[in-house]
């Protein structure tokens, strides 16, 4: 079966759409945003991969596995779950919604082949049906401000919208979040993600081509993301990253549900331990016009110029400017002074904290003196 991203989408071709297999911009990147914002805008987001599983055990199966609570997920419930390697690295995000008869899974177009065979892999037993559904279904994003309805319809194939409202407006039940500010930008983050039918492009491209639906590119989701410091597989993870270095306890794990595959790293390094990296923002230095790339080395702002860390993502906010998501190592001065090398330009970027250097040791458990200490 093709992948979700390997032919451009209808959407692409529209006029003035720049960029394939999804348009990243239609000519004005700064409108589209402001259009998401006041939800008169979607976003073309059919490169996402979808699978899907059914089955009476379906929901208590994926509970076992992943990181969320997920077995009293209710029909048209939507949820957030990582998938972790026995140390507690990520191997997969998903964005869960459940139908009351099939459960989806949301995922990066290039992931969606290899999870549906790795769950169909660790069935075993269990009443449960898995399919990457990439080919038949497709992905559009809206903003919901105040809890508006979205501009175009859902698929509701078993009666429930799928619709999947993004848990990062809130921390949700179990979890935890790092990130010191009582007001979280992701509290104004009403992102909506729905799955309609894949041949439902042509149709939404006809509908957009008269006027009756505006659609904003990947670059104006993007700079929302961004601003709402809320992580993404695709662009914050790499092979050795755990949820606690990007505040992903705050909406995709839950500290209290039962056993599940990297659990143990997860409750070791919140309760005893702390994370050796960690996400920041970055505001950058707009002077010379010049945006670094994600991988891009994040330098000290001093004579040695150590390195600290990379950029993982970058966009310009139609309000903060350029800014961009690093993780940087947790040792890091939170005051210190950094620039970014871009084309042989020193960009000076100024830290906002997501998670603190002290993220973790929640348990505070007391230091016990060593066997043979003598007390005074």
Same mark, same amino acid.
């Given at each position: 079966?093709?992948?979700?991203?390997?032919?451009?989408?209808?959407?692409?071709?529209?006029?003035?759409?720049?960029?394939?297999?999804?348009?990243? &911009?239609?000519?004005?990147?700064?409108?589209?945003?402001?259009?998401?914002?006041?939800?008169?805008?979607?976003?073309?987001?059919?490169?996402?991969?979808?699978?899907?599983?059914?089955?009476?055990?379906?929901?208590?199966?994926?509970?076992?596995?992943?990181?969320?609570?997920?077995?009293?997920?209710?029909?048209?419930?939507?949820?957030?779950?990582?998938?972790?390697?026995?140390?507690?690295?990520?191997?997969? @995000?998903?964005?869960?919604?459940?139908?009351?008869?099939?459960? =989806?899974?949301?995922?990066?177009?290039?992931?969606?082949?290899?999870?549906?065979? =790795?769950?169909?892999?660790?069935?075993?037993?269990?009443?449960?049906?898995?399919?990457?559904?990439?080919?038949?279904?497709?992905?559009?994003?809206?903003?919901?401000?105040?809890?508006?309805?979205?501009?175009?319809?859902?698929?509701?194939?078993?009666?429930?919208?799928?619709? =999947?409202?993004?848990? =990062?407006?809130?921390?949700?039940?179990?979890?935890?979040?790092?990130?010191?500010?009582?007001? &979280?930008?992701?509290?104004?983050?009403?992102?909506?993600?729905?799955?309609?039918?894949?041949?439902?492009?042509?149709?939404?491209?006809?509908?957009?081509?008269?006027?009756?639906?505006?659609?904003?590119?990947?670059?104006?989701?993007?700079?929302?993301?961004?601003?709402?410091?809320?992580?993404?597989?695709?662009?914050?993870?790499?092979?050795?990253?755990?949820?606690?270095?990007?505040?992903?306890?705050?909406?995709?794990?839950?500290?209290?549900?039962?056993?599940?595959?990297?659990?143990?790293?997860?409750?070791?390094?919140?309760?005893?331990?702390?994370?050796?990296?960690?996400?920041?923002?970055?505001?950058?230095?707009?002077?010379?016009?010049?945006?670094?790339?994600?991988?891009?080395?994040? &330098?000290?702002?001093? @004579?040695?110029?150590?390195?600290?860390?990379?950029?993982?993502?970058?966009?310009?906010?139609?309000?903060?400017?350029?800014?961009?998501?690093?993780?940087?190592?947790?040792?890091?001065?939170?005051?210190?002074?950094?620039?970014?090398?871009?084309?042989?330009?020193?960009?000076?970027?100024?830290?906002?904290?997501?998670?603190?250097?002290?993220?973790?040791?929640?348990?505070?458990?007391?230091?016990?003196?060593?066997?043979?200490?003598?007390?005074?």
């Amino acid at each position: 079966m093709p992948s979700a991203d390997s032919a451009a989408s209808p959407l692409a071709a529209l006029p003035g759409a720049v960029g394939a297999p999804t348009a990243e &911009h239609y000519g004005d990147p700064v409108a589209e945003q402001r259009a998401l914002v006041a939800g008169r805008a979607v976003v073309d987001l059919s490169d996402r991969g979808v699978v899907t599983v059914t089955g009476p055990d379906r929901l208590r199966w994926l509970d076992s596995l992943t990181s969320q609570a997920l077995a009293g997920l209710t029909p048209g419930g939507s949820a957030e779950t990582l998938l972790l390697d026995p140390n507690g690295r990520i191997e997969h @995000a998903m964005h869960v919604i459940d139908d009351g008869v099939t459960t =989806w899974l949301i995922v990066e177009g290039d992931e969606a082949e290899a999870l549906a065979a =790795w769950l169909d892999r660790m069935r075993f037993m269990m009443q449960v049906e898995v399919a990457d559904a990439s080919g038949e279904w497709a992905v559009i994003g809206a903003m919901s401000p105040a809890g508006a309805e979205p501009s175009i319809p859902a698929a509701s194939p078993n009666g429930a919208p799928l619709v =999947w409202s993004d848990p =990062w407006s809130a921390v949700q039940s179990g979890g935890w979040q790092y990130a010191p500010e009582a007001e &979280h930008p992701g509290c104004d983050y009403p992102a909506r993600e729905l799955i309609v039918e894949r041949a439902f492009l042509a149709e939404l491209a006809g509908l957009a081509r008269a006027g009756g639906v505006r659609f904003a590119g990947s670059l104006a989701w993007e700079a929302l993301r961004v601003a709402a410091w809320r992580p993404r597989f695709a662009a914050e993870v790499d092979e050795k990253s755990i949820p606690h270095e990007v505040d992903w306890l705050r909406s995709a794990v839950h500290l209290a549900k039962g056993c599940y595959r990297g659990q143990e790293t997860v409750a070791k390094v919140h309760n005893l331990g702390r994370p050796p990296r960690r996400i920041v923002m970055l505001h950058l230095d707009g002077s010379d016009a010049l945006l670094p790339a994600p991988g891009s080395p994040v &330098h000290a702002a001093d @004579a040695d110029r150590a390195d600290v860390g990379r950029i993982t993502s970058v966009a310009r906010h139609h309000e903060l400017g350029p800014i961009a998501l690093a993780v940087v190592k947790r040792s890091l001065d939170v005051a210190a002074p950094l620039v970014v090398p871009v084309d042989g330009v020193d960009v000076a970027a100024a830290q906002e904290v997501i998670v603190p250097p002290e993220a973790g040791q929640a348990a505070a458990v007391p230091r016990l003196p060593r066997l043979g200490a003598q007390r005074r």
